[in-house]
């Protein structure tokens, strides 16, 4: 990489070298809407090309994603030539990203997306060199260090999250650097004189020097800033005053190209420690509402749709590519972190609401064009594409009842059969009722499909005024009480799931409790289904009733809540109360499992408030879809929170509070954001969301419970049977994620915690 040189004083070795780079951190939407955004894109991508072309600046870093160029485009595509030349001269750096997104909230087959959209897009602009750029990202999950080694991107930058480490480290194989003082530097942006800015910089630089090497990374820009008129004369005339520093204006490639990573510290990935900056971890119970829709759709995308399209041979992939797109775009940062205005949470919808009716379309679309039609269906066809085997249970819909079939809802609505057949027009009289229904199959071997007949069953599951159970577990509410046995181990857990309610004095970015939690008891239970093959036992609470649902194969409850939501500014949580203080857990990330220490005995509550410059240590975390200790799992589906306090272990259903950045929030003395007021975020009204319980003395286990869970299968009606098809054999110790552009299968390794690209067969 050519370095642009300001002077040649480096023969004084009192002066540290220090290298500068312009840039601009880039929302898409935060606190103004998409659309005010793209207008501000337009300024400022003008000014940082005119500057460019001129030669007042070596070059330019782009926030490391390609979708505010891709917008900046739309509306001057008569600028891509001149994009291209300065690309070609490396004087412009795009890519490698899509959007700079949150690898906490997304499963990695969206990661692989995002980096394969966005190295794709660079490189047909003429960009190879990339540099994984996360510098605004609230901590870093293992899951995208591991991508950008399959992607032989070699080097990163990062900044939230790692505590008072070196600045140069290594993670996992990726050169990492995380700047000291941030992104945020307008410091050369302001109108004084160059002598007040060395004076500044002076002391700024010498808090970088102490974490650094004999070289400093120097970042110029902030959120949505022009680039600094004039930089190259600039900087040289701060240079003349700056006393132990020569700043050199280049690039980030020529910082990594000057310095030594050959002893420094390894890492393995994970970066929650927010002592030196804040990680803004209430993001993650923001908007929950958002983060279920989310979940579903990544889930019926990489674990379904895609599969089934490259697995049958079919022609849907540049549908599927937009549906991504659509997933990916809420995927940037402040819009899946639930911390934006209200108006761009709706748009969030909106993209949500897209992907979704595009997903289900081609789901029926595929299972139409596998069977053609059924028009008096005898048999059950099943797409298991889970990696494990199937419970011998699936749901289907259909205008026609089942022979063993348990009915769980009636919809009216058009077939299958009408609405999908491009030759008819559905009309009034074509409304029918459809039939939600549940039947029992043989068990099925993973990724493949079978033909089935349904089963007669035999009721294993129950349901009396107060208890629910079957072979492996029973649940029992008295006195205002949840118990619980695990038959399997034959362990009793008495008092053992808790709703709370918690006054929230915080924000969009961080939960600050008010209060000690209120213990919310339940008043009513009622059996809802009590049939052959499933059971349903109903519990009230003030303004929440829980189904709890065991039918007669599953070894894990699945709790269905309603939340009628009618306060503000308090958080709701599950609680369960473990037989030992929690110390360590294991939650599902982005890559794998990880293991976390926990203190116990902390509490947020008791250590308000934060004291200045500082955001306040919490014992929250992140999770994908599961959370285990102690043998117990919490299974979720957009439920990304769990805490910890003693011997209980807290997931997160419901936070409402009504503004982005509260400059009073006790759990963290400075702003994060604009005080903008938001109603939304309050969550009023009715919101519908999943959790499950499981048993298991093997944390692996994990990820079939989560599976079965989340429903990795495409069941359906047929007249006739079809040859039983296996799509590919289980990879040993290894988790199938996906496909990826490239038509390779994704597999998580679980005992070395590394992902592999493997070729696969088609028939």
């Known amino acids: 990489m050519e370095k642009v040189l300001l002077n040649n004083k480096y023969n004084n070795h009192m002066k540290k070298r220090v290298i500068a780079y312009l840039q601009t951190h880039w929302d898409r939407e935060w606190y103004r809407e998409k659309e005010e955004f793209n207008l501000r894109l337009l300024e400022v991508f003008d000014e940082v090309l005119e500057e460019l072309k001129k030669g007042n600046a070596p070059c330019f870093y782009f926030d490391g994603q390609t979708s505010a160029l891709i917008d900046y485009l739309k509306f001057r595509p008569e600028k891509i030539e001149l994009i291209k030349k300065l690309i070609e001269e490396k004087k412009l ?72 480490i070196k600045s140069d480290i290594k993670v996992r194989n990726i050169n990492t650097t995380r700047l000291v003082e941030g ?134 992939g540049q549908n599927i590519d937009y549906a991504y797109e659509l997933i990916l775009k809420n995927h940037a940062h402040d819009s899946i972190y639930g911390c934006s205005t209200d108006k761009v949470h709706k748009n969030v919808d909106m993209r949500f609401e897209k992907a979704h009716e595009i997903l289900e379309g081609l789901e029926k679309r595929i299972v139409r064009d596998f069977h053609k039609n059924s028009k008096k269906p005898k048999y059950i066809g099943v797409f298991n594409l889970s990696n494990y085997k199937s419970t011998g249970i699936v749901r289907v819909i259909s205008e026609h009842k089942l022979k063993n079939s348990q009915i769980i809802r009636k919809t009216k609505g058009f077939s299958d059969a009408i609405l999908y057949d491009i030759n008819q027009v559905p ?74 309610d918690t006054k929230d004095k915080g924000d969009s970015y961080n939960y600050a409790p008010g209060s000690n939690p209120e213990i919310l008891k339940p008043y009513k239970t009622k059996v809802v289904e009590n049939g052959q093959i499933r059971s349903v036992l109903r519990i009230f609470y003030k303004d929440l009733i829980v189904d709890v649902i065991l039918d007669n194969k599953n070894k894990f409850f699945e709790f269905d809540v309603k939340i009628n939501n009618k306060k503000k500014n308090h958080k709701l949580q599950a609680v369960f109360k473990l037989k030992n203080p929690v110390c360590e857990t294991y939650a599902q990330d982005s890559l794998g499992i990880i293991k976390r220490k926990c203190d116990p005995n902390y509490s947020l509550f008791e250590n308000q408030p934060a004291i200045h410059p500082k955001e306040l240590k919490t014992n929250s975390f992140p999770m994908l879809n599961f959370v285990y200790a102690q043998g117990i799992g919490i299974l979720g589906e957009g439920i990304n929170e769990y805490e910890i306090y003693k011997n209980e272990l807290r997931i997160a259903l419901l936070r409402s509070s009504g503004i982005i950045s509260n400059p009073k929030c006790p759990s963290r003395s400075i702003p994060a954001g604009p005080p903008i007021l938001t109603p939304d975020l309050q ?42 098809k296996m799509f590919f054999e289980n990879r040993k110790n290894c988790i199938f994620y996906g496909i990826n552009d490239s038509n390779q299968g994704i597999f998580y390794n679980v005992k070395n915690n590394t992902i592999d690209f493997v070729a696969l067969a088609k028939e």
Request: aromatic share 12%.
């Open 93 to 164: 750096f795009i890519g490698p990203f899509f959007v700079s997104a949150d690898a906490f909230l997304v499963n990695l087959r969206c990661l692989i997306k995002n980096l394969e959209k966005g190295i794709t897009y660079s490189k047909n602009l003429g960009c190879n060199d990339f540099i994984g750029y996360l510098p605004d990202i609230f901590g870093h999950s293992r899951g995208v260090f591991e991508v950008l080694d399959k992607f032989n991107i070699k080097n990163a930058i990062i900044w939230r999250g790692t505590g008072a």
């Open 183 to 316: 992104y945020f530097i307008d410091l050369l942006h302001q109108n004084i004189s160059a002598q007040n800015l060395a004076q500044q910089l002076e002391s700024f630089l010498d808090k970088i020097a102490k974490y650094s090497q004999n070289v400093l990374l120097l970042p110029l820009g902030g959120d949505h800033l022009a680039i600094i008129k004039n930089a190259t004369e600039k900087i040289k005339q701060v240079n003349k005053h700056l006393k132990n520093y020569e700043i050199e204006l280049s690039s980030p490639f020529g910082y990594f190209s000057s310095v030594d990573f050959s002893k420094v510290k390894t890492y393995e990935g994970e970066f929650l420690d927010n002592s030196q900056n804040n990680i803004l971890g209430g993001v993650f119970s923001s908007r929950i509402y958002q983060k279920v829709h989310n979940t579903t759709l990544m889930h019926k995308i990489s674990r379904i749709i895609e599969p089934l399209n490259y697995f049958l041979g079919l022609n849907y």
């Open 427 to 500: 009309v009034t009289e074509d409304i029918l009722t459809l039939y939600e229904q549940i039947v029992e199959i043989d068990e099925q071997k993973p990724i493949s499909f079978k033909t089935h007949e349904t089963k007669k069953p035999v009721k294993l599951s129950f349901t009396g005024e107060n208890y629910i159970e079957n072979p492996y577990l029973k649940l029992s509410v008295k006195d205002g009480k949840i118990d619980i046995l695990n038959k399997v181990q034959n362990t009793f857990y008495e008092d053992f799931l808790i709703i709370t």
């Open 683 to 724: 969550c009023i009204g009715l919101h519908k969301l999943r959790f499950g319980l499981c048993f298991t003395s093997k944390k692996e286990k994990m990820f079939k419970f989560s599976e079965t869970f989340l429903n990795t299968q495409c069941a359906f009606v047929l007249d006739k049977k079809i040859n039983e």
